[in-house]
């Protein structure tokens, strides 16, 4: 075996200076005399005994990085001593226990065993989630000023204003804090310091439904049933299948969504319809269609083109 798994080194040093194209920037010399604050442009000056040495280590340092932070991200538990015998040993081209082939084998059964045992735990996860959800939600509803829709959402003014409502279709601009019911925060725009903007016809349905009773200007807290939110499959990693959703949500502006452009590109001014040749010696007149019904002719024409061309029952 020469080398590590490749799945496992796949992209070593990509992300790092050895991996990148691109020279290294240097900063230009400082003028003589001048005192200089900037780093030293050869860090391991003086620590090495040669070149070579400096190079290797370098590589050394960051290769070990990166399969550091591989092995966590897959949650590959590994004794570092047989890892860097193994490494050892394949790096400088000696016998080893097993070959690349063999390597490969073992560690796509070891991966297929690590998703395994994930999935078991995010079942685990949201079976228990839902259990607390429901307790939850169940201990919520009786609390003051707390009201619940027919689909179950819970919301409760935070603070009340007379600005204007949105409609589904529209655009909303927020402030909003999330958390799990035992407190846990998987998302804030106060924390990240900038409102949210989207279509309120896009987010999960315990938004779509609760933002309408909100008002500009006011603040409400949601507590949402998942299945008016992410469901049985959760939103990996931080929000477990069945889970019980807390928002507390300053809306901020509504705006509509800008209508979709008509077929053609939509009409602006009005149109002027010019006969040929032969029409106009038989008679014909030149015709102006105004603007508005250029639009309506359009939206005629697209319904009448869209029939046409429906599959025959």
Do not use: C
């Not at 070891?110 to 429901?134: C, F, H, L, Q």
Request: positive net charge; charged residues 25%; glycine residues 10%.
């Amino acid at each position: 075996m020469k080398t590590l798994p490749i799945f496992l080194l796949s992209g070593v040093l990509a992300g790092s200076a050895l991996g990148q194209n691109n020279a290294v920037k240097v900063s230009p010399a400082a003028a003589p005399g001048a005192a200089s604050t900037n780093a030293p442009a050869d860090p391991g000056a003086g620590k090495f005994k040669n070149d070579l040495e400096k190079h290797s280590y370098a590589m050394g340092v960051l290769l070990a990085g990166d399969i550091k932070r591989q092995l966590s991200r897959g949650n590959y538990e590994h004794d570092a001593e047989v890892v860097i015998k193994a490494f050892s040993e394949a790096l400088r081209g000696k016998p080893t226990v097993i070959t690349d082939g063999e390597a490969n084998v073992i560690l796509r059964n070891y991966s297929t065993e690590i998703r395994k045992k994930a999935e078991e735990k995010r079942k685990e996860d949201g079976e228990k989630a839902k259990v607390v959800g429901e307790a939850f939600l169940t201990a919520n509803k009786a609390k003051e000023g707390v009201k619940v829709t027919t689909s179950g959402l819970q919301y409760k003014v935070l603070k009340a204003a007379e600005g204007a409502k949105a409609k589904a279709e529209d655009i909303v601009e927020v402030h909003y804090r999330g958390t799990l019911v035992d407190g846990t925060e998987f998302d804030s725009s106060y924390s990240r310091g900038q409102p949210a903007s989207f279509g309120l016809n896009r987010v999960i349905k315990g938004w779509t439904e609760g933002l309408q009773l909100m008002t500009v200007g006011s603040k409400y807290q949601f507590v949402i049933p998942s299945e008016l939110a992410y469901g049985q499959n959760g939103s990996p990693p931080k929000i477990p299948p069945h889970s019980t959703l807390i928002f507390e949500v300053d809306l901020l502006s509504v705006k509509p969504q800008v209508a979709p452009p008509l077929p053609g590109g939509g009409v602006t001014s009005d149109i002027i319809k010019v006969p040929s040749a032969d029409d106009l010696k038989k008679g014909a007149q030149i015709e102006v269609i105004k603007s508005n019904d250029a639009e309506r002719l359009q939206k005629e024409a697209a319904e009448q083109k869209k029939k046409s061309e429906a599959p025959k029952k």
